[in-house]
């Protein structure tokens, strides 16, 4: 059974970094393409960015392009979130996902959730 664990969220102020990780096991993680979501309070969850499974990255989110990056490192089963100038709109769980095959923007392709990350941005 694939199982995903985020790391790296916190409290960060306006114009600040985080990386956040996530962790993947259970699985052959380069089988996988991978997204990052995301879930503000009251809001629906939404597309960051994707990244197949030998490291094309894309599909961000007009709102993070620029400033978010998403990487992968298949030596050691794990995907990665770059958040740059960071803005309190960011504010958010962050959670990764993974599915076999062809990266996709489509939250219900995705198989595998993490439990998700918080990030707060304070300004």
């Known amino acids: 059974q694939v199982t995903l664990v985020e790391s790296g969220g916190g409290l960060v102020q306006v114009g600040g970094s985080l990386r956040l990780s996530c962790r993947f096991s259970g699985g052959t993680f380069s089988d996988y393409a991978m997204g990052w979501f995301r879930q503000a309070l009251g809001k629906e969850r939404e597309l960051v960015g994707v990244i197949s499974w030998y490291g094309a990255s894309g599909n961000y989110a007009d709102s993070v392009k620029g400033r978010f990056t998403i990487s992968r490192d298949n030596a050691k089963n794990t995907v990665s979130l770059e958040m740059n100038s960071l803005k309190p709109e960011d504010t958010a769980v962050y959670y990764c996902?993974?599915?076999?095959?062809?990266?996709?923007?489509?939250?219900?392709?995705?198989?595998?959730w993490g439990q998700g990350t918080q990030v707060t941005v304070s300004s």
């Open positions: 996902a993974a599915k076999r095959g062809a990266r996709s923007s489509r939250q219900d392709e995705y198989d595998y």
